[in-house]
C-alpha cells in the first residue's frame, strides 16, 4: 500500500491559501513513519537565502528498519517539482549541501542515510532488512514520504519529479526505474555503481594482483609514467591531440611497452608491474560470462583507489558483512578459479546490483533517463555503464525516446580529471520532460582552463571538424565513430 493513502493531515494552522505551517507538519500521520523535527529556516547562505521548512523523519518499513530523511520545501519560489538525492558508497548520511542545492534550483529537495549510519557496510551484519533497505527500500521510501509531506506542505502534489545522483547515487536512481518506475519523471545516474558486486569483485581481483608479493605492486610515482605512456600510444587516435582519449576502449596500448630492459628504476616497469597493470585492464570471465571488464586507458592517475596499498574498502566490506559475514576475512582468500566463491557473491548481492534492462514500464509512463560515466573512472568501471546500455537496448530496440548515455572522455569518478567534467545533467533532463527536447550535445567545460567540449550520445562521439581552437566545443560535432 503506498504511503499517499494512508495520510492522514491535521490542518492545525493555515498560512498560505491551503498550504500548512512548516510546525503544524509535526502532526502529519504517515505509515511506519515519525517526524522527529520540523524547522522554519529564514536564511541558509546554501540555498541562495531561499527560506525552506525543514523536515526530518524516521521511516520503519520493516522491524528492523531505521531509515532517516530530510525533505527541505522551499518557503517561497518552489518550482513545484521534487527532487529526490542520491549518496555514495556505502554512506549513511544526509548532506545538507545537496539538499541545499535542490532548494536553490527551486525543488523540495529530499535525502535518506539509507537505513544506517558511517560509511561501513557494518550495519548489514546480520540485519537482512537493513541491506534491503540499502539496496532500494530506503529511496523508494523516502520518495513515497517526501511526496506526502509535499502534499501537506503546499496543499497540493508535486507537478514533477526527479532523481539525481553519482555513484551509489547512480545506482540508487536505476533501481528506481527498475523496481519502482511509477516514482520518479524523470531520473540522472551518474557513473552507477549498478554491478555493485562486478565491481567488488574487480576490487579484490586487483588488490589480489598488486599484493601476490613484494615487487608485484606498483609505487604510485608510476601511475604518472603509464599515464604518459598511454596518451603518447593513443591521444591523437581521436584526431585531435589533447591529452584525453575521446575514447579509450579502442586504444590497445600494452603495458609491456614500458618494460625495464635492466634494473628497475622510476622511469620503467618490472615484469611483475606490467603483469599487475595487465590485470588493471583485463576484463575477467566465466564461462563465456564477462564478470567485470576491468579499467580503461587512461584511468591510471586515480589507481591509488584500487591498485593502492589496501584494498579498496567500499568493495572489501560487500566480502566482509555480507557475502562471508566475517569481519576478518582475507581477501586473499577469494577463489576466482572456482566459481563458487563467485556465485556466492552474485546471490548475496541480488538487493544491491541495479542490472535489470527490463525498463518498460518505465519507458511507457514518459519517464526520462540521463545515464552518464566518465572514461577514466578508477573506481566504478564505466564499461558497466556501457555494458547496461546495450543491454536495455536488446532488451527493448531503439531506447532512445526515454534513455540516453553520455560517456566523458577524461572525467574520474563523478568529475575531476583532465576532461570537460563540468556540465548540468539536470537542465538537460528538464528539457526533456518538460519540454520534449530530447538531448542531443550536451555543453561541458574544464574548469580549470575554459576547455569546452560537447558531450555526445552514446554511441556518437565529438569529432573533431579539422579547424579552429580544440578548447572549443564549436569546433567539434558528434559522430558515430
Given at each position: 500500500?503506498?504511503?499517499?493513502?494512508?495520510?492522514?493531515?491535521?490542518w492545525?494552522?493555515?498560512?498560505?491559501?491551503?498550504?500548512?505551517s512548516?510546525?503544524?507538519?509535526?502532526?502529519?500521520?504517515?505509515?511506519?513513519?515519525?517526524?522527529?523535527?520540523?524547522?522554519?529556516?529564514?536564511?541558509?547562505?546554501?540555498?541562495?537565502?531561499?527560506?525552506?521548512?525543514?523536515?526530518?523523519?524516521?521511516?520503519?518499513?520493516?522491524?528492523?528498519?531505521?531509515?532517516?530523511?530530510?525533505?527541505?520545501?522551499?518557503?517561497?519560489?518552489?518550482?513545484?517539482?521534487?527532487?529526490?538525492?542520491?549518496?555514495?558508497?556505502?554512506?549513511?548520511?544526509?548532506?545538507?549541501?545537496?539538499?541545499?542545492?535542490?532548494?536553490?534550483?527551486?525543488y523540495?529537495?529530499?535525502?535518506?542515510?539509507?537505513?544506517?549510519?558511517?560509511?561501513?557496510?557494518?550495519?548489514?551484519?546480520?540485519?537482512?532488512?537493513?541491506?534491503?533497505?540499502?539496496?532500494?527500500?530506503s529511496?523508494?521510501e523516502?520518495?513515497?514520504?517526501?511526496?506526502?509531506?509535499?502534499?501537506?506542505?503546499?496543499?497540493?502534489t508535486?507537478?514533477?519529479?526527479?532523481?539525481?545522483?553519482?555513484?551509489?547515487?547512480?545506482?540508487?536512481?536505476?533501481?528506481?526505474?527498475?523496481?519502482?518506475?511509477?516514482?520518479?519523471?524523470g531520473?540522472?545516474?551518474?557513473?552507477?555503481?549498478?554491478?555493485?558486486?562486478?565491481?567488488?569483485?574487480?576490487?579484490?581481483?586487483?588488490?589480489?594482483?598488486?599484493?601476490?608479493?613484494?615487487?608485484?605492486?606498483?609505487p604510485?610515482?608510476?601511475?604518472?609514467?603509464?599515464?604518459?605512456?598511454?596518451?603518447?600510444?593513443c591521444?591523437?587516435?581521436?584526431?585531435v591531440?589533447?591529452?584525453?582519449?575521446?575514447?579509450?576502449m579502442?586504444?590497445?596500448?600494452?603495458?609491456?611497452?614500458?618494460?625495464?630492459?635492466?634494473?628497475?628504476?622510476?622511469?620503467?616497469?618490472?615484469?611483475?608491474?606490467?603483469?599487475?597493470?595487465?590485470?588493471?585492464?583485463?576484463?575477467?570471465?566465466?564461462?563465456?560470462?564477462v564478470?567485470?571488464?576491468?579499467?580503461?586507458?587512461g584511468?591510471?592517475?586515480?589507481?591509488?583507489?584500487?591498485?593502492?596499498p589496501?584494498?579498496?574498502?567500499?568493495?572489501?566490506?560487500?566480502?566482509?558483512?555480507?557475502?562471508?559475514?566475517?569481519?576478518?576475512?582475507?581477501f586473499?582468500?577469494?577463489?576466482?578459479?572456482?566459481?563458487?566463491?563467485?556465485?556466492?557473491?552474485?546471490?548475496?548481492?541480488?538487493?544491491?546490483?541495479?542490472?535489470?534492462?527490463?525498463?518498460?514500464?518505465?519507458?511507457?509512463?514518459?519517464?526520462?533517463?540521463?545515464?552518464?560515466?566518465?572514461?577514466?573512472?578508477?573506481?566504478?568501471?564505466?564499461?558497466?555503464?556501457?555494458?547496461?546500455?546495450?543491454?536495455?537496448?536488446?532488451?527493448?530496440g531503439?531506447?532512445?525516446?526515454?534513455?540516453?548515455?553520455?560517456?566523458?572522455?577524461?572525467?574520474?569518478?563523478c568529475?575531476?580529471?583532465?576532461?570537460?567534467?563540468?556540465?548540468?545533467?539536470?537542465?538537460a533532463?528538464?528539457?526533456?520532460?518538460?519540454?520534449?527536447?530530447?538531448?542531443?550535445?550536451?555543453?561541458?567545460?574544464?574548469?580549470?582552463?575554459?576547455?569546452?567540449?560537447?558531450l555526445?550520445?552514446?554511441?556518437?562521439?565529438a569529432?573533431?571538424?579539422?579547424?579552429?581552437?580544440?578548447?572549443?566545443?564549436?569546433?567539434?560535432?558528434?559522430?558515430?565513430?
Amino acid at each position: 500500500m503506498r504511503l499517499e493513502t494512508t495520510l492522514v493531515i491535521l490542518w492545525l494552522v493555515s498560512w498560505q491559501g491551503w498550504a500548512a505551517s512548516c510546525e503544524s507538519l509535526r502532526a502529519v500521520q504517515l505509515k511506519n513513519t515519525t517526524i522527529t523535527l520540523t524547522e522554519a529556516v529564514t536564511h541558509n547562505s546554501a540555498t541562495g537565502g531561499v527560506p525552506y521548512c525543514r523536515i526530518a523523519a524516521t521511516l520503519a518499513p520493516s522491524s528492523d528498519s531505521d531509515v532517516k530523511i530530510e525533505v527541505w520545501l522551499p518557503a517561497e519560489g518552489w518550482n513545484g517539482k521534487l527532487e529526490g538525492n542520491g549518496n555514495g558508497g556505502w554512506s549513511g548520511a544526509i548532506v545538507p549541501r545537496v539538499l541545499a542545492e535542490g532548494v536553490k534550483r527551486g525543488y523540495a529537495s529530499a535525502m535518506t542515510d539509507t537505513g544506517h549510519e558511517g560509511a561501513s557496510a557494518s550495519f548489514a551484519l546480520g540485519h537482512p532488512e537493513k541491506l534491503i533497505d540499502f539496496g532500494y527500500r530506503s529511496t523508494h521510501e523516502m520518495t513515497i514520504a517526501a511526496k506526502a509531506i509535499i502534499r501537506a506542505y503546499y496543499g497540493e502534489t508535486q507537478k514533477l519529479s526527479y532523481f539525481v545522483g553519482c555513484s551509489a547515487g547512480g545506482r540508487q536512481g536505476l533501481m528506481e526505474a527498475q523496481r519502482f518506475p511509477e516514482d520518479y519523471d524523470g531520473i540522472v545516474a551518474g557513473a552507477p555503481g549498478l554491478n555493485w558486486s562486478g565491481r567488488a569483485l574487480e576490487s579484490i581481483w586487483i588488490a589480489q594482483a598488486v599484493h601476490r608479493d613484494e615487487a608485484s605492486y606498483i609505487p604510485p610515482a608510476k601511475y604518472a609514467l603509464l599515464h604518459e605512456a598511454v596518451l603518447a600510444a593513443c591521444d591523437s587516435e581521436d584526431g585531435v591531440k589533447d591529452g584525453v582519449l575521446e575514447n579509450p576502449m579502442q586504444c590497445r596500448f600494452d603495458p609491456a611497452e614500458m618494460e625495464c630492459k635492466g634494473a628497475d628504476t622510476t622511469g620503467c616497469l618490472t615484469p611483475a608491474q606490467v603483469e599487475s597493470a595487465r590485470r588493471v585492464y583485463a576484463r575477467f570471465e566465466k564461462h563465456g560470462v564477462v564478470i567485470f571488464p576491468g579499467f580503461e586507458r587512461g584511468s591510471e592517475p586515480g589507481w591509488a583507489t584500487m591498485a593502492g596499498p589496501r584494498p579498496f574498502t567500499i568493495g572489501l566490506d560487500l566480502f566482509r558483512y555480507v557475502v562471508f559475514a566475517d569481519p576478518e576475512w582475507d581477501f586473499r582468500k577469494f577463489d576466482f578459479d572456482g566459481d563458487g566463491d563467485i556465485a556466492r557473491t552474485a546471490i548475496a548481492s541480488a538487493a544491491l546490483n541495479a542490472i535489470d534492462p527490463d525498463l518498460k514500464k518505465f519507458a511507457a509512463r514518459g519517464s526520462k533517463l540521463i545515464q552518464y560515466h566518465g572514461w577514466s573512472d578508477p573506481q566504478i568501471p564505466p564499461e558497466f555503464s556501457v555494458e547496461y546500455y546495450r543491454s536495455v537496448v536488446k532488451k527493448m530496440g531503439d531506447a532512445g525516446h526515454f534513455y540516453r548515455l553520455y560517456m566523458v572522455p577524461g572525467m574520474a569518478h563523478c568529475g575531476g580529471g583532465d576532461g570537460t567534467s563540468t556540465f548540468d545533467m539536470l537542465a538537460a533532463l528538464e528539457g526533456w520532460a518538460e519540454q520534449n527536447q530530447t538531448p542531443g550535445q550536451i555543453p561541458a567545460r574544464r574548469d580549470r582552463d575554459g576547455r569546452t567540449r560537447p558531450l555526445c550520445p552514446f554511441p556518437q562521439v565529438a569529432k573533431y571538424k579539422g579547424s579552429g581552437s580544440i578548447d572549443d566545443a564549436a569546433n567539434f560535432t558528434c559522430q558515430v565513430h
